[in-house]
């Protein structure tokens, strides 16, 4: 199993571009999720999916979409990109909602907007 | 609404030294408690978990357990290596997969 994959690791956006953020899971796990990471703050929730076609908000779900077609992949798009989505982006995996599951996380992507 | 504080870092410890980080919860109910650690370039790994009051998680010589009555969760290592150098953070877990993380807490072990 590869776990939780992510790309790119590395991504440099102009204010105002948009991209997509890849997640993919080869574990068939029904929840995934997306964090950020910024200094001092630990992780937050943006968005997260408790199965194919089910999507909803975390806390900071302002400036990103996603979207759940499948089981193994969850994407998360940048419209327009500003510099306050600075930061390391986090995919994360478990087998359901209920229960006490550990959370599977993937390397990362590390996002600059300039 | 739920929250997690942990101690400020960055910690610098020689090895061998005592660890303990702490960590404190706000939350309704009874939520799950999580230890994730993040090495150098990479993402975040359980390291270990609680469930419930009175629970002591333990993995890799650390060790944590769940009190409900202080509401605290804190890490302790009895001798630290230089390879538990990492960013340690404690989490919440009270609806259904949404884990509300602490801010983090760099480890850094001199050899």
């Known amino acids: 199993n590869a776990g939780v994959t992510q790309t790119p690791k590395f991504q440099v956006l102009k204010t105002g571009q948009s991209m997509t953020l890849q997640c993919a899971q080869d574990m068939n796990h029904e929840y995934m999720s997306w964090y950020r990471q910024d200094p001092g703050m630990g992780l937050r929730l943006i968005h997260y999916s408790v199965g194919a076609g089910i999507t909803d908000q975390g806390e900071v779900p302002n400036g990103y979409n996603v979207s759940r077609s499948t089981t193994e992949d969850f994407p998360l798009r940048l419209l327009s990109a500003a510099p306050s989505q600075t930061s390391v982006y986090f995919c994360a995996s478990r087998p359901g909602r209920r229960g006490t599951y550990e959370q599977y996380f993937g390397p990362g992507t590390r996002l600059t907007v300039t | 609404g739920n929250s997690v504080t942990q101690m400020e870092g960055p910690v610098t410890l020689s090895e061998e030294a005592f660890l303990t980080i702490n960590c404190t919860y706000t939350a309704t109910g009874y939520p799950s408690l999580f230890w994730y650690v993040q090495y150098p370039g990479e993402g975040l790994q359980l390291l270990l978990k609680a469930t419930k009051a009175d629970d002591k998680g333990s993995n890799k010589g650390f060790e944590a357990t769940y009190r409900k009555e202080t509401t605290s969760f804190h890490l302790e290592k009895g001798s630290v290596q230089v390879s538990d150098s990492a960013v340690y953070f404690c989490?919440?877990?009270?609806?259904?997969?949404?884990?509300?993380f602490g801010q983090g807490t760099e480890l850094s072990v001199k050899p």
């Open positions: 989490a919440l877990d009270n609806q259904g997969g949404k884990l509300i």
